[in-house]
């Protein structure tokens, strides 16, 4: 077999996502042609797709060193640099490619992705437009662009155009599975509008397609479930939310159990550290960390503080689960003798390492949000190294909270214990001691902003939150759903653009007889 054939077996292997496969053929194929930049790049893609990004870079670099002119390579060591938020490598890469090779389609669109990484989503709609373009010139299919594109739109909140490249989606593909889901987000589904009941209708001619994946099939499961879940046909929009949970499962590896022995793991390191003793060294600018469970209210409370003038908001942040895994849990001595050490040194590495971050990001406020719901695992972190900070927690009704998660599909695999009843309670359960073991640690450092007290009383709560946060009153923080300076790229997108309503307060109750392994394993 020659070169070539060889080459051909292990592309398809590579299509198939058996990146192990490929990373197997490769190393075997490298050693008959030492150097060769197509195998050294595709060995890297592999790697990439298994989510190993340090090992990416060193085959890209690779084959870069091998020729220089290899675009594809210097385009996937890009990729690779974002994903590892090297933000500003990766900003100079995607500029070169550009300049030199100012057709190709790739780099402007994994640009814009970069783009969105930075909160620069204005410019990643710019940049997605200019790679749907070339991809036209060029007959191309332009899809996958005008997905990206599609979302971009709708984290801030331009329904017209939305609709408009939703409208040309179709025209290529008109049972476009993410496209239908992005829609279900913008309708309202009643009775009386003709328009959402026939969308219901041609979700459900998906639906019963026989060669759906699983994945399809819970994308528009979920989608169905929310049509009917808008329409109070409780019956019917548990059995697709049933379902979609079901079929997700088959798509994913989960184990509930690790999320719950690395709280339980924190809890037992942080009971011996004296959180009152923080370090002296910190930035000037300040974060507001908004916590708690996913389907909390992180997303309605970021968008009431960030609707204020001297507040920037970032959404939702991965850089402290990121840092505290490179500082903490992979290295060869314990957390507890990390944590000594970092907090000993003159400067602070931690609260560094985090707001260089932020480099590429156009931050002229002093006061940041970060509402990534996981960071309530490091509070006693963000106590010991960003002492200036502020920390929201936000709690709801846990059956209201829980019936939420089931509801929607997530597509960070952190969220992957969320598609069985069981799972969702343990991980409920879980938090919630942890949560307990923080307030009996430091509580005057954690504010708790409850959804159901925002809901019923705004303009108390409201006050109450800005206060806590050391801002003055602002009527734009009474108007948070017209605040599109914060960009909303969370399941949660269509409830924090609108008024703050109370129809999903107590909500548990319509379901309660569906999720009874759910709501009777709370504590």
Not at 109 to 117: C, G, P
Not at 420 to 433: F, G, M
Request: glycine letters at 2%; hydrophobic letters at 35%; a positive charge.
């Amino acid at each position: 077999m020659n070169f070539i054939e060889r080459a051909k077996i292990l592309q398809n292997y590579y299509r198939s996502g058996n990146f192990k496969k490929v990373i197997e053929g490769c190393k075997n194929l490298n050693k008959k042609f030492p150097n060769n930049t197509f195998i050294l790049n595709l060995s890297g893609m592999a790697f990439q797709g298994l989510n190993q990004h340090k090992k990416a870079i060193v085959l890209f670099e690779s084959a870069l060193k091998a020729d220089n002119s290899n675009i594809a390579a210097l385009n996937n060591l890009a990729n690779s640099l974002k994903n590892l938020e090297e933000f500003e490598r990766a900003d100079e890469i995607f500029k070169k490619i550009i300049k030199t090779s100012p057709n190709y389609i790739n780099a402007y669109n994994n640009y814009a992705n970069l783009k969105i990484a930075v909160d620069d989503t204005e410019e990643a709609i710019k940049l997605y437009k200019k790679a749907i373009k070339l991809s036209q010139n060029n007959n191309e299919n332009p899809l996958n662009i005008l997905i990206h594109l599609a979302n971009a739109l709708q984290s801030l909140n331009r329904k017209k155009e939305l609709t408009e490249v939703l409208e040309e989606i179709f025209k290529i593909d008109k049972d476009n599975i993410l496209a239908n889901k992005i829609l279900t987000t913008i309708y309202k589904y009643t009775k009386a509008d003709t328009k959402t009941i026939d969308h219901i209708s041609r979700m459900e001619k998906i639906y019963i397609k026989k060669d759906l994946n699983n994945y399809d099939r819970a994308r528009i499961s979920f989608g169905l479930g929310k049509a009917y879940d808008d329409l109070k046909d409780t019956e019917k929009a548990i059995t697709f939310f049933s379902n979609g949970n079901e079929a997700f499962k088959k798509t994913i590896s989960s184990d509930v159990n690790l999320d719950i022995k690395i709280m339980n793991n924190i809890q037992k390191i942080f009971e011996k550290i004296n959180l009152n003793k923080t370090h002296s060294n910190y930035s000037k600018k300040k974060m507001i960390f908004i916590c708690g469970m996913p389907r909390s209210g992180t997303t309605l409370v970021e968008q009431i503080v960030a609707s204020h003038p001297k507040v920037y908001g970032s959404g939702e942040l991965s850089f402290l689960t990121n840092i505290i895994g490179e500082y903490f849990f992979n290295q060869n001595t314990s957390i507890e003798e990390k944590i000594s050490e970092y907090m000993e040194f003159s400067r602070n590495i931690i609260n560094e390492k985090y707001f260089n971050k932020f480099s590429l990001h156009h931050i002229q406020e002093t006061i940041i949000t970060d509402k990534a719901p996981f960071n309530f695992k490091w509070i006693g972190f963000i106590r010991l190294f960003f002492p200036n900070s502020k920390i929201i927690h936000c709690k709801r009704n846990p059956q209201d909270n829980c019936l939420s998660i089931y509801k929607n599909i997530f597509s960070s695999s952190k969220m992957n214990w969320a598609y069985d009843q069981k799972d969702i309670a343990n991980y409920y359960n879980s938090y919630n001691s942890m949560m307990k073991f923080w307030y009996s640690k430091i509580p005057d450092f954690i504010y708790t902003a409850e959804y159901e007290k925002i809901v019923l009383d705004k303009k108390n709560e409201i006050n109450n939150l800005l206060k806590f946060c050391n801002l003055e009153y602002d009527d734009n923080c009474f108007n948070h759903h017209k605040n599109t300076k914060t960009p909303i790229r969370t399941v949660s997108i269509d409830q924090a653009r609108q008024p703050i309503y109370s129809s999903s307060v107590n909500a548990g109750r319509n379901y309660k007889d569906h999720l009874k392994e759910l709501f009777e394993n709370l504590d």
